[in-house]
Each structure stands twice: as structure tokens, then as C-alpha cells.
């Protein structure tokens, strides 16, 4: 909790004297509103030591706060939290699939898939969905993960291999 404190103070005297830490230093608006606005919109790439404080004191003093709780949402997401980078590999294939499926769903052919206009395969420029679908997509990755998750973390608790702790 102290460390959540002293990050927030840190932030807000860097931030206060508007020397260090960004490269746009905030300044008076027309009202305190839009005046608090620029005093708390730091750039967030680089991130720069005001940006950390910022996020990071905040998110220390929360975690203190509900470190303790237990109940059906806080088991639901300890899940996800003990096995980390098995979901991230898991959901960036998933998303990837699901992106392939929507695709061509879309009407798209196998010769739309590469474009020089676009970095990525299977995204052409004009290729999207309004940020409703997204959610929802977005809520059908999470949960339908969730039993794989569930049954890996059961199995990383009762093995002890050496590779169990990178995945």
C-alpha cells in the first residue's frame, strides 16, 4: 500500500513541476475539468518513468485492497492468473483461427489473404467489425479457454517437470 502511495505522490509531483516525463507537458484549459484532463494524459509509449508511476501506483494500491477476497470471480480469475503464458499462447492462436474464419465469412478468396497494402495476412485494409462483435468475440476467447486453463493448472499442481514452470 505504501509503495501504491508513494508511486501516485511520485507521479504527482513530476507531473506537477512539468519538467520530466513527457514529452507534452500538461497545461492550464479553459476549465479545472479539462485543465485535470491535461494534467493526466501522459504518453504511454516510451514509457516513461511518469507513465509507470502512474499505472503502476495505482494498480499496487487496488491489489493490496482485494489481495484478501475470495469468492466465485476472484477463483474464476486466479485461473488465468496461474497459468499466464499458456493462455496467451492458447488465445493468440485462437484469435488468429477466428480471424481466419471471419474472413472468409466475410466473402473474401485465398487471393485476398496477402496484400502488399497490409502487413498482416488475412486483413485486408477495409476488414472489421464494429466494437460490439469484438466484445463479444472478446468474451467467447475468455470463456471458452477457461476449462483448458482449468484442467493445466490441475496438472501443474499435482507434476513437478522442470518445463511446467515456463508454461
Known amino acids: 500500500m ?16 512539468n519538467i520530466y516525463g513527457d514529452p507534452f507537458p500538461w497545461a492550464t484549459q479553459k476549465n479545472s475539468i479539462i485543465t485535470f484532463l491535461s494534467f493526466m494524459n501522459v504518453n504511454k509509449y516510451p514509457p ?10 495505482p494498480a499496487l494500491i487496488i491489489l493490496t485492497m482485494i489481495e ?5 470471480l476472484t477463483r474464476f480469475f486466479s485461473v488465468y492468473g496461474s ?9 493468440f492462436f485462437l484469435i488468429h ?24 495476412g488475412f486483413r485486408p485494409l477495409h476488414f ?18 477457461y476449462p483448458l486453463c482449468k484442467k493445466y493448472k490441475i496438472y501443474k499442481s499435482t507434476h ?7 508454461l
Open 83 to 91: 497459468v499466464p503464458f499458456f493462455y496467451f499462447i492458447l488465445h
Open 2 to 17: 505504501r509503495a501504491g502511495f508513494s508511486l501516485v505522490l511520485l507521479f504527482t509531483a513530476l507531473r506537477f513541476i
Open 128 to 145: 472489421g467489425y464494429p466494437l460490439w462483435v469484438v466484445y463479444l468475440l472478446w468474451i467467447f476467447v475468455v470463456l471458452s479457454l
Open 160 to 166: 513437478r517437470q522442470w518445463w511446467l514452470s515456463y
Open 48 to 57: 516513461s518513468l511518469i507513465f509507470c508511476c502512474m499505472t503502476i501506483g
Open 68 to 72: 484478501n477476497l475470495q469468492n466465485k
Open 97 to 120: 483461427f477466428i480471424c481466419v474464419i471471419l474472413f472468409f465469412a466475410s466473402g473474401y478468396k485465398i487471393k485476398d489473404a496477402f496484400s502488399a497494402d497490409s502487413p498482416f
